[in-house]
T-cell receptor, first 114, second 111 residues
Framework: EPEVTQTPSHQVTQMGQEVILRCVPISNHLYFYWYRQILGQKVEFLVSFYNNEISEKSEIFDDQFSVERPDGSNFTLKIRSTKLEDSAMYFC????????????FGPGTRLTVL | GESVGLHLPTLSVQEGDNSIINCAYSNSASDYFIWYKQESGKGPQFIIDIRSNMDKRQGQRVTVLLNKTVKHLSLQIAATQPGDSAVYFCAEKSQGGKLIFGQGTELSVKP
């Protein structure tokens, strides 16, 4: 069964450093998403991406964040200068449709900013 | 505003009993809802969905009920098993496709 994969599973970085979180969505999906989950809290939407551009972004997704689909398979989230409060689980999701239908989530990357 | 919330943060049930997890939403224009299960250290996993033109939808051992009058969703799990232990989130899908998640309910199944 196809699945969304994410690497690395755990990233530790120093405050102010840049990190790139990687995702490989399911191959025939067209819509891509990043969410984050601070420990013990709900999952929060960050950004959606379709047709090589951002469709929607949340207030969390400020100028420090960027997304890219550098080739036909990868989907990346870059945080330019990490802050302590960026520590969270980051989930990538993809879906074949915009409307009804599930989004398929990856296993997540745990980002720890020291 | 947009918000989806859950009534109870934790629920403990005996193995074999039925579980009911509740969720309230605030956007009356929402037309699609999903329940996700999240096991420790994993990403959310789809359980069941329902469109706003339905009141009830059944899956394997799970049923979702939608009451649009009071903007309330529930997830019923029949014959709960230890493998059902997880955090359960309801989510509302916006027109743009993003999911708005509730706070989550942790289900604990006692053998």
């Amino acid at each position: 069964e196809p699945e969304v994969t994410q690497t690395p599973s755990h990233q530790v970085t120093q405050m102010g450093q840049e990190v790139i979180l990687r995702c490989v969505p399911i191959s025939n999906h067209l819509y891509f998403y990043w969410y984050r989950q601070i420990l013990g809290q709900k999952v929060e939407f960050l950004v959606s991406f379709y047709n090589n551009e951002i469709s929607e972004k949340s207030e969390i997704f400020d100028d420090q964040f960027s997304v890219e689909r550098p080739d036909g398979s990868n989907f990346t989230l870059k945080i330019r200068s990490t802050k302590l409060e960026d520590s969270a689980m980051y989930f990538c999701a993809s879906s074949p449709f915009l409307g009804t239908g599930e989004q398929f989530f990856g296993p997540g990357t745990r980002l720890t900013v020291l | 505003g947009e918000s989806v919330g859950l009534h109870l943060p934790t629920l403990s049930v005996q193995e074999g009993d039925n579980s009911i997890i509740n969720c309230a939403y605030s956007n009356s224009a929402s037309d699609y809802f999903i329940w996700y299960k999240q096991e420790s250290g994993k990403g959310p996993q789809f359980i069941i969905d329902i469109r706003s033109n339905m009141d009830k939808r059944q899956g394997q051992r799970v049923t979702v009920l939608l009451n649009k009058t009071v903007k309330h969703l529930s997830l019923q799990i029949a014959a709960t098993q230890p493998g059902d232990s997880a955090v359960y989130f309801c989510a509302e899908k916006s027109q743009g496709g993003k999911l708005i998640f509730g706070q989550g309910t942790e289900l604990s199944v006692k053998p």
